[in-house]
C-alpha cells in the first residue's frame, strides 16, 4: 500500500516505502523542540480549553497542546513510551528516546522493542501528540487524531481499478520508470535500483547542467 499525506500544520510525509520526506512550519517545529516539565504540570490548575464548534457549542479543543494535556497523553502510553520519558523531555526528544532505546539489532534482548517504519513512528506522533492541526474535513470530525491530508489530494491506493479510484490516487499512482517522469512527478514510489538509473538519466536529459559528466 503506498500513500502521501501532509500534516495539516505543516509537516509532509511520503510513506510508507521507507522512504520519508518531511517538511514542517515554525508552529510544528516549535511544538517538536519544546520541553515538557510534568511536575510542573501536576501542580497546574489550568482547565483542558475548549472552542466555539460551527453549531455554537462548546467542544474540546482538538488542537491543544499545553503541559497538562501532554503529559495526561504521555501517560496514556500507547506504545510504550511513558517508561522512557524524562522531565524537561520535548517531543522530539521523547521520540529518539523511543527509537533508540531498543533498536531491532538488540532483537533478541527485547522487552519492549522497536518494530516501526520511520513513516509509522512520524505518523503516530502527529497524530497523537497534535504536531499538526486537526483536518476539517467532516469525515474526520469525531476523530480528534486525524491530523495528515494526503498531498494534492491523493487518497490511500486501495487496490481497486474502477475509474474513481484510480483517478483518486493521484501521485500515489506514480511508480516504477513507466509511471514517474523527471519533468512532472513531485513524488515516486517503488523505484528498485534499476528504475532509479533510469529515472536518473531521464533527469540527466531534461537539466544536463545539473550534471558534472
Not at 512520524?122 to 486525524?146: C, K, M, R, V
Request: net charge negative; with cysteine.
Amino acid at each position: 500500500m503506498t500513500y502521501t499525506a501532509t500534516v495539516v500544520s505543516h509537516c509532509s510525509h511520503d510513506a510508507p516505502n521507507h522512504t520519508i520526506m518531511v517538511s514542517c512550519d515554525s508552529a510544528t517545529i516549535q511544538k517538536m523542540i519544546r520541553p515538557i516539565h510534568c511536575e510542573t504540570a501536576k501542580r497546574s490548575t489550568v482547565e483542558s480549553p475548549v472552542v466555539l464548534s460551527k453549531n455554537g457549542k462548546l467542544v474540546p479543543d482538538v488542537n491543544a497542546f499545553h503541559e497538562p494535556w501532554l503529559c495526561d497523553r504521555i501517560q496514556k502510553d500507547f506504545i510504550g513510551e511513558a517508561a522512557l520519558f524524562k522531565e524537561g523531555m520535548s517531543v522530539s526528544d521523547l521520540m529518539y528516546a523511543y527509537a533508540t532505546d531498543q533498536p531491532f539489532t538488540r532483537v533478541d534482548q527485547w522487552t519492549r522493542g522497536y518494530c516501526m517504519h520511520s513513516d509509522w513512528m512520524w505518523g503516530f506522533f502527529t497524530n497523537f501528540y497534535n504536531l499538526s492541526d486537526h483536518d476539517e474535513h467532516p469525515y474526520f470530525q469525531d476523530i480528534p487524531q486525524a491530523r495528515m491530508v494526503g498531498y494534492n489530494q491523493s487518497e490511500i491506493y486501495d487496490g481497486r481499478n474502477h475509474a474513481e479510484h484510480i483517478d483518486r490516487r493521484r501521485v500515489c499512482d506514480l511508480y516504477g520508470v513507466h509511471r514517474c517522469f523527471a519533468h512532472s512527478s513531485p513524488i515516486c514510489h517503488y523505484m528498485p535500483p534499476a528504475s532509479m538509473r533510469n529515472l536518473t538519466n531521464d533527469i540527466r536529459r531534461v537539466y544536463p547542467e545539473q550534471f558534472r559528466t
